[in-house]
């Protein structure tokens, strides 16, 4: 039995290390620091529905996420803006975590967590859906699967 | 608390202990053959939901302990089955008909688990039994609460199967691509479900169901295949 787990683990270790990562679409030059005062008032600001992604180069469930937020903002992109900001991060790294998951949309800089704190945010990574205007829909603590967010833009769009 | 983890564990705590259950009296090795594969299962499952994110696990190794950061479900199943049907190569249908209705029941429990993560709901309806979604007033199917129903019935039928060869496997196969792609519709979906791996798993279940009902019709009377197997 152990061999045969071993020798599956290790099979499917030489089949990963066939595979590149995701190509740098985007460069991070970008990544702005952002203040809680810019962050509501960016949101109150907005017309269009907003989904908040709060995410950090350390968090690994983070990176199981990411794709599934790049996939969201190429579907709903023109109907729904996107915010990711990454949180109590160093910057080069946030920067290297943009270019290898592509991230096509806007991403912002907190480097201390305010805005994780202003939101209440309990871990990471943390996704909030807000209404235009500002008014919070929704927040999901932890990572998100594909029916969540879907769930969460859908409902966005359809009280829109 | 995270109540999702808490919910998938006790799901699989249940599934393990219903599996087995129904394999101890029929197969050898049935602890082994269940912790074996669950453990391949979470390995390749993990590695694969790594490589599917665009992470390579060798540059990254620590990543692969993080199973909160994502499991492919398709690829842990498949190891699992695999794994379990090595180890009972010589009991194969023996194995995977007492396993089905296991199965089937773990992947309602699965479905169940949405109810601890706010993720029930699916398209919008406006049937007695739909549910409103938090901080709002749509109301929705609850089509993972459909698709956990669909599965213990499911897991009822074939547990009345599991004595008929490669019958009780193939209908649970079959049953639970069914229920899969029957509420795929009634899902809120970004990237859409696997589609094809429902329509496979029906297409192989029912060959094998039919495989095994002609076996059960020809086989002339005599000793089951847990008889056969030497001590």
Known sequence: MNRTSIGLAILALVAAACTGGS??????????????????????ASTQPTVVNLWASWCIPCRSEAPLLVAAHAAFGDDVSFLGIA?????????AFIEEFGLTFENR????????????AIGMPVTVFVHPGGEILRTHHGVIDDAALALGIDDLLAEG | ME??????????VGGIWMTNKLLSPA?????????????????????AAMVGAGVNPLTRPGDILILRGGVSTEFAALTALAVVGWIHRRQLPT?????????????????GGCLWRDACLGT????????TSTGTTITRHPVEIYAGLGMLLAALVVSRLIHRPWVAAGVGLAAAGAVRLATEPLRQSIVGGPTGWYWAGILVGVATALVGQR????????PSSIEMVPP
């Open chain 1, 23 to 44: 190509a740098a679409q985007i460069t991070g030059d970008a990544l702005e620091p952002i203040t809680v005062e810019e962050f509501v008032a960016e949101l109150e």
């Open chain 1, 87 to 95: 949180t109590e991060d160093a910057l080069s790294d946030s920067v």
């Open chain 1, 109 to 120: 800089a907190d480097r201390v967590g305010a805005i994780r704190a202003h939101l209440s």
């Open chain 2, 3 to 12: 109540l999702t983890l808490l919910a998938a564990a006790l799901t699989g």
């Open chain 2, 27 to 47: 197969v050898d090795r049935a602890t082994d053959a269940l912790i074996g594969a669950a453990a391949a299962g979470l390995i390749v499952g993990r590695l």
């Open chain 2, 95 to 111: 194995a995977l008909d007492h396993l089905a209705p296991a199965a089937l029941a773990g992947l309602a429990g699965w479905h």
């Open chain 2, 124 to 131: 919008v309806s406006d049937l007695p039994w739909a549910m």
């Open chain 2, 215 to 222: 076996l059960t019709r020809t086989r002339p009377p005599g």
